[in-house]
């Protein structure tokens, strides 16, 4: 009596592993950033100044980063 793997159904279950982890963690990120989007309105909103500052040294960031990668 041998035992054989079945390749097609472990496929199939990593599949559906993969996919509800990574539906998961996109519900998570928005959940996230929905919040984080909340309190760059309230601090906005309160602090326009440092808002606009934060802003620049946001895209001054990113900016480098891209251009040290690429």
Excluded: D, G, H
């Amino acid at each position: 009596m041998s035992f054989s793997f079945p390749i097609a159904e472990a496929a199939a279950l990593v599949v559906v592993v993969v996919v509800v982890v990574v539906v998961a963690a996109a519900a998570a990120a928005s959940t996230a950033l929905a919040a984080i989007i909340v309190v760059v309105e309230r601090v906005a909103a309160t602090f326009p100044l440092v808002y606009n500052v934060v802003v620049v040294v946001i895209v001054v960031v990113v900016v480098v980063v891209v251009v040290v990668v690429v």
